[in-house]
């Protein structure tokens, strides 16, 4: 598991390259496709 936040912050933020393009930036150059699951537990 990551560690906790630091004091005063209550959330975490996760950025990846992401799985596709779009009409504004139809072109991927050296970075593939990628997809993350991510498995949300609660707090204790």
């Known amino acids: 598991p990551p560690p906790p936040p ?7 933020l996760h ?5 596709g393009t779009n ?3 139809p072109l991927r150059f050296a970075c593939p496709p990628e ?3 991510l498995t949300l ?3 204790p």
């Not at 630091?6 to 975490?12: D, E, K, Q, R, V």
């Not at 950025?15 to 799985?19: E, I, K, L, R």
């Open 15 to 19: 950025v990846s390259a992401g799985c």
């Open 6 to 12: 630091p004091p005063g912050h209550t959330s975490y």
């Open 35 to 37: 997809a993350t699951l």
């Open 41 to 43: 537990t609660p707090r």
């Open 23 to 25: 009409r504004y930036t």
